[in-house]
């Protein structure tokens, strides 16, 4: 009902079964599939983690960790996985897939990153897929949240097949019988063309390569012509969301075009220890998810009032409570 939200529970049951299933010679391959016709996975459970927060700051600080430690662990997995995504893929749904060595994309394909909304940022790990989109797709992505058919997934790694859900079943039972995963997934793969990111990937790249945010949305104020009316409709939605988030999103992703998915976990869990302490991520939770209002009160309310020193203390380091992740090379150690 809850379009496969991701919790602590859906958390520990992956957590514990990726390492057995690495140490287990019988199985080839793993597959994560949905029960529901409208999404893979539309997020983390946001509205479960702002009530622990509320009675129980450490175990909501822990619950970031426990997830992010699950996105290293997949990305370290070393057996071919791969995911069927036919419905909304957002959030925590993108760090579930992000790191699957197969993405296969059904016709309902939608992906997004949607947490400016919501006074949260891009996390999970996905800020580093981001920045190595071509530049600045991603840092798009991660500002307005911006929603990806299958097409330009494809297009940006997002997904490696592009393939009708009436062949999932089909692809799960051949799986199953030790089918070799990569030839038959090509040959399903239908072409989708050039998607609509793809065509506007000209006036993105005019009007977000500024070296800030604020330049971002000068250029947008000052787009003229045909470049107008879509600018004048991205800076109406940028409006809506949360300034300290929007801040922090823009020098998060740029920072993470020099960072290694390591490294951008462990950025990921200094925001979110910041942000569980903050205003904005229990606001936008209340006024999207549990009033239903859409009326946030930001703080502050304007991104001119955003105080740099402030969004750089976001990233600073927490010293004994960072997040403590294994190296790749421990992890391939451990047989994981």
């Known amino acids: 009902?809850?379009?496969?939200?991701?919790?602590?529970?859906?958390?520990?049951i992956l957590s514990d079964e990726i390492p057995k299933t690495a140490r287990n010679p019988d199985i080839y391959i793993c597959a994560l599939t949905s029960a529901s016709d409208r999404a893979f996975c539309a997020g983390g459970d946001v509205r479960a983690l702002v009530n622990c927060a509320n009675t129980d700051m450490a175990r909501a600080r822990q619950m970031f960790a426990a997830e992010y430690q699950l996105d290293w662990l997949l990305d370290c997995f070393s057996k071919p996985t791969v995911s069927f995504i036919n419905g909304l893929c957002m959030g925590s749904g993108a760090g579930l897939s992000s790191y699957n060595t197969h993405r296969v994309a059904g016709e309902n394909y939608s992906f997004a990153m949607p947490e400016t909304a919501i006074g949260l940022f891009p996390d999970v790990g996905v800020a580093h897929k981001?920045?190595?989109?071509?530049?600045?797709?991603?840092?798009?992505?991660?500002?307005?949240?911006?929603?990806?058919?299958?097409?330009?997934?494809?297009?940006?790694?997002?997904?490696?097949?592009?393939?009708p859900s009436k062949h999932f079943e089909d692809i799960l039972d051949a799986l199953s019988q030790s089918e070799p995963v990569d030839p038959m997934l090509d040959g399903l793969h239908q072409d989708q063309g050039r998607g609509e990111l793809e065509q506007t990937f000209p006036m993105i790249r005019e009007y977000f390569s500024g070296e800030s945010l604020t330049d971002i949305l000068r250029a947008l104020a000052g787009a003229k012509g045909e470049a107008k009316p879509w600018a004048d409709s991205v800076l109406a939605e940028l409006a809506k969301f949360s300034p300290t988030s929007l801040a922090i999103t823009d020098v998060h992703i740029r920072a993470c075009r020099s960072l290694d998915l390591r490294?951008?976990?462990?950025?990921?869990?200094?925001?979110?220890?910041?942000?569980?302490?903050a205003n904005d991520f229990t606001e936008g939770v209340r006024a999207a998810l549990i009033d239903k209002d859409n009326k946030p009160r930001w703080q502050p309310g304007k991104i001119d009032d955003v105080d740099p020193a402030e969004v750089a203390r976001y990233f600073a380091p927490l010293g004994e409570n960072d997040l403590?992740?294994?190296?790749?090379?421990?992890?391939?150690?451990?047989r994981v």
């Open 1 to 12: 009902r809850a379009l496969n939200a991701f919790d602590d529970d859906m958390r520990k």
């Open 130 to 163: 981001l920045a190595a989109m071509p530049w600045p797709i991603g840092l798009y992505l991660g500002l307005t949240g911006h929603r990806v058919g299958r097409a330009d997934a494809f297009w940006l790694g997002l997904a490696t097949h592009c393939i």
């Open 263 to 277: 490294e951008t976990l462990i950025q990921d869990f200094r925001i979110a220890w910041r942000c569980l302490e």
């Open 324 to 334: 403590a992740l294994p190296t790749r090379e421990q992890m391939q150690a451990s």
